[in-house]
């Protein structure tokens, strides 16, 4: 496509604004709200009320969410999000790679950095919003415009191979993503769940050749192989590659899962290239080599292989069909055949990817709000949709955890891979269960497969199917305990469930172990001796990367499994982890401070780890600080609240977390004592106002998060995604709803965004939220009504999430008088004494 074509296309564009890019570091909010005495009015549900009457000016529900979708927010301000062609949960994702002219590194994780305009190729594999290095983007496919003339592997400062480009020129959407570089050629991308078909276009009267950088995925490869049958018009390969947070620590510097790809164009090659390193082989058709790893975890400059083919000068437009497997070539060659053949055409191939993300997205419909609220909310709805990714063929072998070639399970219909566990069990596995409890149903599984093929071990990050260690806890206990209360249960949950608990209660040599600490420390449950003898992990000889954060997740972990195993009938074993999950009292040091206690790291014989404390410490926590993690307490917040001195005096700690002295929220991350709102151990924290009688102040923080964090430009997202975790935050925030307790599916309440929404669960049941008024000026609950019935409960129970029913709200511009303020009227805690 030329670039006058794709400026039709694109129209003039939207006013972006990228904000700056670490990951913890956010615009601080500078609007004072005053604070509120009393509060609201709730709900009770009745089974068998008559639904609520819908006021006669209810706004329609957008008709066509796909169009409300913009890939590109995110791409800034460290929201490490890729705006490139994709299936809901693809296999496939095919995305630039920015470059800032340091071919070793990346802009950003996701290959994308909206502020870093050249391109260097455009990668078949992406991750969404992590953080470390990155991941994936395997593969780099670039049109290039001239004579192939020296390896692009020696262009260290991508000075040859990569072209510079406008945004004014580009376009992305669900399911399919346009450039024109500046070079003078474009590129026209679409995907199917395994396969992409791509349209490259080239100016008149100059070379014009396709690259294929085989060993420059985004964090290196330890070995690549291509080929190059000019005779099919086939380009053929693999790449070993791994070392996620390589950097970080040494254990992950080695390959973690092998890509396989082939590629079909259907254009004739003139002149057929290779490289290795620094080596140039004109007329060559096969080669290998990686980049290998540096002293510091970073692929070598200048090392890699790779090759290319050349067309005819009077080639103006080239296609290419791709497909990728984990497993084999052949399965790269029969994913292609199946979902992409050669009768499919590139329009009716991005008809087809718009119309599977119209499906997944109308699974949540809302009504009125702004067009960038709208916008902003189904982006993020679309980006908590891009992880976990289909590892699977078409013929449903997939690469297992052992390095073997595994089949799905009876009644599974994908294996899935890669598990951001610490970041996804706290609300985007909720979402994905609720909305699609199948395939929530087959992630659980293939979690539990890729368990057993490596010894019963959980893993806490899943790259594909590889092993790393990266951050901390035992995620998949609460993470499977959440998406079951959400419906997820078409699986082994019973053998899933004692392969977790025989975790949870057998130590291991990797429990004792410091190998990859501290980011990648391999023990599924660091010190776990220690542990089940005196009740948290401790600071000296941890095993871990904190001993008080370990603590609080193992904690976490342990009531997911007491839901779990009180939902299988075990009674005993739902007693003792109920017991265990009180762990965190353990770390709570009453006398932290003169003025209040806090977490804190302790020592193995029991005496609180350092000479002096202060809550803003990072000592014995994970990305964050004693202040941050002391409201990470999901199942007990009540127990929390006595252990600070009762419940006013943790609705002042609250205010002094979320506000500076003035009243102004300050969300700006940069003082380790208050909140931040850009990762996920306090993001349950503004609920927790709902529990100690002020749920007003919950409507106060989260809108005002709401309105002042999130926005439909590329820095939209205040800091790394975590593959969809907070987007997922998002979408439950502005439907007024939220699973503070991550192994249950109450859900706690907070004023909706929208004046009516609808969400379309997979187990055939409707939830509407009808929210008349919903708007700047009410953002106050007044009453709520379930199934018609008034109620003053500030939660619904996760039977409502199961069965279906109304929930109407009454708002206001002013905080509501009772409601939700009586004892009996906060969510339920589940204290460690039953």
Not at 490 to 504: C, F, K, N, P, T
Not at 562 to 572: I, Q, V, Y
Request: aromatic share 8%; charged share 20%; proline share 6%.
């Amino acid at each position: 496509m030329t670039t006058t074509a794709l400026s039709s296309l694109t129209g003039a564009p939207r006013s972006r604004c990228p904000r700056p890019t670490r990951r913890r570091g956010l615009l601080a909010g500078t609007v004072a709200t005053v604070l509120a005495g009393g509060l609201l009015t709730t709900m009770a549900a009745p089974a068998g009320a008559a639904p609520a009457l819908r006021d006669a000016a209810a706004p329609a529900l957008v008709t066509d969410p796909v169009r409300e979708v913009d890939p590109l927010v995110g791409t800034s301000n460290a929201g490490n999000t890729f705006p490139g062609a994709v299936r809901p949960y693809g296999m496939l994702s095919w995305s630039p790679q920015t470059t800032t002219g340091t071919q070793a590194k990346n802009p950003a994780p996701g290959g994308y950095r909206y502020d870093a305009t050249r391109i260097r190729g455009f990668s078949l594999t992406h991750l969404s919003g992590v953080g470390c290095s990155g991941a994936a983007g395997d593969i780099p496919v670039m049109p290039h415009v001239g004579e192939v003339t020296g390896s692009p592997s020696a262009d260290t400062g991508d000075a040859t191979y990569a072209s510079d480009f406008s945004h004014a020129q580009e376009k992305a959407t669900a399911g399919r993503y346009q450039v024109a570089l500046d070079s003078g050629a474009t590129a026209d991308l679409t995907a199917t769940t395994r396969t992409g078909t791509g349209r490259f276009g080239f100016p008149a009267d100059k070379t014009a050749s396709m690259l294929f950088r085989t060993s420059n995925s985004e964090s290196g490869s330890t070995d690549a192989h291509v080929k190059v049958d000019a005779a099919h018009r086939t380009v053929t390969g693999s790449v070993e590659a791994g070392n996620f947070c390589g950097p970080q620590s040494e254990n992950n510097r080695h390959q973690l899962y092998t890509l396989h790809f082939t590629a079909h164009f259907d254009t004739s090659f003139a002149a057929t290239g290779t490289w290795h390193d620094s080596d140039l082989s004109p007329g060559g058709t096969e080669t290998s080599g990686g980049t290998g790893y540096d002293k510091n975890g970073n692929p070598q400059p200048g090392k890699g292989s790779g090759a290319y083919v050349t067309f005819g000068k009077d080639v103006r437009q080239v296609q290419m069909k791709v497909g990728i497997s984990y497993v084999s070539a052949a399965g790269a060659e029969a994913n292609l055949r199946k979902e992409n053949p050669a009768s499919a055409s590139f329009d009716d191939t991005a008809s087809e990817a718009a119309a599977q993300w119209r499906t997944e997205l109308r699974k949540v419909g809302i009504g009125g709000g702004s067009e960038a609220q709208r916008r902003t909310f189904y982006t993020a709805l679309y980006h908590s949709m891009l992880e976990p990714t289909v590892a699977n063929d078409v013929d449903g072998r997939y690469a297992g955890a052992d390095g073997r070639a595994h089949r799905l399970a009876k009644g599974q219909s994908a294996q899935y891979g890669t598990f951001s566990g610490w970041d996804q069990y706290r609300a985007q596995v909720q979402l994905m269960a609720w909305l699609s409890p199948k395939a929530a149903s087959d992630y659980a599984q293939s979690l539990y497969a890729y368990a057993g093929q490596r010894g019963g071990e959980w893993d806490r990050w899943l790259l594909q199917q590889g092993k790393t260690s990266v951050m901390s806890g035992d995620p998949s206990a609460v993470a499977l305990a959440g998406m079951y209360a959400f419906g997820a249960r078409d699986y082994d949950v019973h053998g899933a469930v004692d392969s977790l608990v025989r975790a949870a209660t057998v130590p291991t040599a990797n429990d004792s172990s410091d190998a990859g600490c501290q980011v990648e420390c391999v023990g599924q449950r660091p010190s776990l001796d220690f542990y089940l003898t005196h009740g948290y992990v401790p600071s000296d000889d941890c095993h871990c990367w904190g001993g008080a954060a370990e603590t609080l997740e193992d904690a976490a972990a342990d009531y997911g499994l007491s839901e779990l195993t009180g939902a299988l009938g075990k009674r005993d074993q739902q007693a003792d982890f109920l017991r265990r999950s009180g762990a965190w009292s353990k770390v709570f040091d009453p006398d932290a401070t003169p003025e209040a206690g806090w977490m804190r790291d302790r020592n193995r014989d029991g005496s609180w780890a350092g000479d002096s404390f202060d809550p803003g410490t990072g000592d014995g926590f994970v990305e964050g600080s004693s202040a941050r993690y002391t409201w990470m307490v999901y199942s007990d917040v009540a127990g929390l609240a006595q252990a600070m001195g009762g419940k006013d005096k943790a609705v002042q700690r609250l205010d002094s977390f979320f506000r500076t002295s003035d009243g102004a929220f300050d969300f700006s991350a940069k003082d380790d004592t208050r909140y931040d709102p850009t990762n996920e151990p306090d993001i349950n924290s503004p609920y927790l106002y709902n529990y100690l009688g002020r749920p007003a102040r919950t409507q106060e923080t989260v809108r005002a998060e709401l309105d002042q964090l999130w926005t439909d430009t590329p820095g939209g997202i205040p800091g790394n995604d975590d593959a969809g975790t907070m987007s997922a935050w998002y979408v439950f925030s502005a439907l007024g709803v939220y699973p503070q307790v991550p192994a249950r599916a109450d859900l706690v309440l907070t004023s909706p965004l929208f004046p009516r929404a609808e969400v379309h669960g997979g187990l055939g049941r409707t939830l509407r939220i009808e929210a008349p008024g919903a708007g700047a000026s009410a953002p106050y609950i007044q009453g709520v009504r379930v199934d018609g019935a008034a109620s003053d409960r500030t939660w619904m129970p996760g039977s409502t999430v199961l069965r279906g029913g109304t929930l109407r709200f009454s708002l206001g511009a002013t905080p509501g008088k009772d409601w939700g303020t009586a004892p009996q009227d906060a969510p339920p805690s589940f204290p460690a004494g039953g």
